[in-house]
């Protein structure tokens, strides 16, 4: 089946940045989405941005509009967010995730904590 991994959390300060991928294995779909979607303490799931294997712009949370960029390199099935100018509000697990239409895929989560 299908498995999602993702990695390039850490602890950072304030303002600092932070490129998180995903790459994911037995992946076989020609047309899907890839995500990454976050979960803060005592907060819903959130999705932050969103990218279509078929090209396209992204979709960003209003959130993160400007300071996070998605981005993809098809050929190896793998999904990566690159975030700036980092703020408290931005602590949670960020998993990504995949799939066509819906997001059946999902991985365990890296964490990112910023302080």
């Known amino acids: 089946h299908v498995q999602l991994v993702e990695s390039g959390g850490d602890s950072v300060e304030t303002g600092g940045s932070l490129r998180l991928s995903c790459t994911s294995q037995?992946?076989?779909?020609?047309?899907?989405?890839m995500a990454w979607f976050r979960q803060g303490p005592g907060k819903e799931r959130e999705g932050v941005a969103v990218?279509?294997?078929?090209?396209?712009?992204?979709l960003y949370a209003d959130s993160v509009k400007g300071r996070f960029t998605i981005s993809q390199d098809t050929a190896k099935k793998q999904v990566f967010l690159q975030m700036n100018d980092l703020g408290p509000e931005d602590t949670a697990a960020y998993h990504c995730?995949?799939?066509?239409?819906?997001?059946?895929?999902w991985g365990q989560g890296t964490q990112v904590t910023v302080s």
């Open positions: 995730a995949t799939g066509w239409p819906d997001f059946d895929y």
């Open positions: 037995r992946f076989t779909f020609s047309k899907y989405f």
């Open positions: 990218v279509y294997s078929g090209g396209g712009s992204p």
